[in-house]
């Protein structure tokens, strides 16, 4: 499995942006198979966006406008989550993900079989 390193976390007001990065190195992985996901304590981890077979990134709908995935295309293995409009529902724990692309849909956890530690994203009102 591959191992993964998020940054970028923090505490905003609401209207803010974060911008978090993820660094993969080591193990195997396909590289249209990386996405984001979040969990708040008690909750299940939700996916919030996915790079789909195409390559494109797909989104979940509530951050759907607001969230915007890239990729370094000098390194090739950084990505990063814009987030702007940050709304205090937004706060969670927030994950990178990756995995070698099973024939999974991009909004399945089953799809993503390495995640990093998470980086904490706080939104208050």
């Known amino acids: 499995r591959a191992q993964l390193l998020e940054s970028g976390g923090g505490s905003v007001h609401g209207g803010g942006s974060l911008r978090l990065s993820c660094t993969v190195s080591?193990?195997?992985?396909?590289?249209?198979?990386m996405g984001w996901a979040r969990q708040v304590a008690g909750k299940e981890r939700e996916i919030v966006v996915g790079?789909?077979?195409?390559?494109?990134?797909?989104y979940a709908d509530a951050v759907k406008g607001r969230f915007t995935f890239s990729r370094d295309n000098t390194t090739k293995n950084t990505v990063y989550l814009q987030m702007t409009d940050l709304k205090p529902e937004d706060t969670a724990t927030y994950y990178c993900?990756?995995?070698?692309?099973?024939?999974?849909?991009?909004?399945?956890?089953?799809?993503?079989?390495?995640w990093g530690q998470g980086t904490q994203v706080t939104v208050s009102s």
């Open positions: 993900a990756t995995g070698e692309r099973p024939p999974r849909p991009w909004y399945d956890r089953l799809r993503y079989d390495s």
């Open positions: 790079v789909d077979d195409d390559g494109v990134p797909r």
């Open positions: 080591k193990g195997s992985y396909h590289r249209d198979c």
